[in-house]
């Protein structure tokens, strides 16, 4: 098979189910591979951070977007989206995102540990009750989503009340990650639009009133006398800042406990500490990574021996470098000791996840204490996997906890 049929594979429901022995079958045509003329994919983990790591080689911005699709300023997702730190790059990308991860500091994201363990410990309660006499319990919503949500939430500072209404419109605007049909742009556009306005209404409220939240911080930062954060910045990044921060986290979480339900072993290690559980959420990160694949814009340059031109369209498959043989061993084997770990899930460089930390604590508080409390969770019934290939995750997992 050549690399275009692979790639093609891949946005089939087969493929987009397992794309791993797809990923195999690249690797063996190289660490990067041209599709044809414009377009090359790149499957090799040190090819993969090299470009990830050139600030050459651009992330889709403004420009791009005039190029590909000149009528974009209509489209309310890309007016915002044009704005998002995953879609600005140089002087404006640095400014932006200094003063985010001037509020969004690690000591904000240490902070939340308590109340991580609190949300995490009352969600497994009301699990604890639905599947006490052995009823089936949905992991996915009643615990991986709800998790994140309310600790992007509570970390934004979004008040319970208008929690749960998120999902729905959160979801339609993550549609725009996965763009391939354009029929999903109106619910896309309407879920950006109500989000814009929830938003607005939100931070007038935090402006006349601050607390000590996200909102509040970034606020100050954007109303400071030189101006260096427009009320439009901010609120379009914080529209990003709610969709990237539960969709990709609920994954994390499902696809780990997937791979405990599979091999219940490793389940029982992080239990009883024999696998220390940052190694186990590395591991899982690597083996079954949230985000697939993202996307650069070429320069002039070779990568993994394919030589790019400028304007090449780069998709570099974090999810096939976390597989890549020439830097794991058995790469398709589940080890969290093993010693090769440094999975590229959270990307790399200058657009290097903001929320990396976050989402690692959120799952290194919750597998452990998900375990403990039900050391017997099993499945019950077969899962079903979004149909997707660059957010990888389940709709549904059903579980058994006693
Ligand atoms: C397991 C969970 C997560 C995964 C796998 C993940 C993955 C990623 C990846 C791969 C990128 C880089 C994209 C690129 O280079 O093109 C990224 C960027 C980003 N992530 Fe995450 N993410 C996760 C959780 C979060 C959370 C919890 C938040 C926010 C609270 C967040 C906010 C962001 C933002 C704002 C960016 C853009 C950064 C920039 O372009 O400068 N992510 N994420």
Known sequence: ???????????????????????????????????????????????????????????SDETTFDQTFPGWRSQPVLVQGADW????????????????????????????????????????????????????????????????????????????????????????????????????????????????????????????????????????????????????????????????GFETTTNLLGNGLQVILRQPEAGKAVRDGSVPVPAFVEEVLR?????????????EAKVGGVAIADGDHVMTVLGAGNRDPRRFAHPDTFDPLRSDGGPLSFGGGAHFCIGAALARLEAAVAFPRLLRRFPAIAPAGEPVRRDTLLLRGFDVLPVTVR
């Open 287 to 299: 083996y079954d990574s949230p985000v697939q694949l993202t996307s650069r814009v070429g320069r």
């Open 1 to 59: 098979m050549d690399a275009i049929q692979i790639v093609m594979e891949l946005s089939t429901p087969a493929g987009r189910a397992d794309p791993y022995p797809r990923y195999a079958a690249l690797h063996e045509l190289g660490e990067a591979v041209r599709l044809g003329p414009g377009a090359v994919v790149v499957v090799g983990y040190d090819a993969n951070n090299a470009v990830l790591r050139d600030p050459d080689f651009k992330t």
């Open 85 to 244: 730190l995953l879609n600005i790059n140089g002087a404006k990308h640095a400014r932006i995102r200094s003063l985010i991860a001037r509020a969004f500091t690690a000591r904000r994201v240490a902070g939340l540990e308590p109340a991580i363990t609190v949300i995490t410990d009352e969600l497994l309660a009301g699990i604890a009750d639905r599947g006490e006499d052995g009823s089936v319990v949905e992991f996915m919503h009643d615990f991986a989503y709800l998790l994140p949500v309310t600790v992007i939430c509570e970390l934004l500072g979004i008040p319970e009340a208008d929690r749960e209404g998120f999902r729905p419109v959160a979801r339609d605007l993550a549609g725009i990650f996965e763009f391939n049909d354009p029929g999903s742009l109106p619910a896309i556009n309407a879920a950006a639009v109500e989000l814009l306005a929830y938003f607005t209404g939100l931070t007038a409220r935090r402006r006349a009133d601050p607390r000590d939240d996200l909102i509040s911080d970034l606020l100050a930062v954007s109303d400071a006398a030189d101006g260096r954060l427009t009320d439009a910045e901010l609120l379009h990044n914080l529209t990003l800042l709610l969709v990237a």
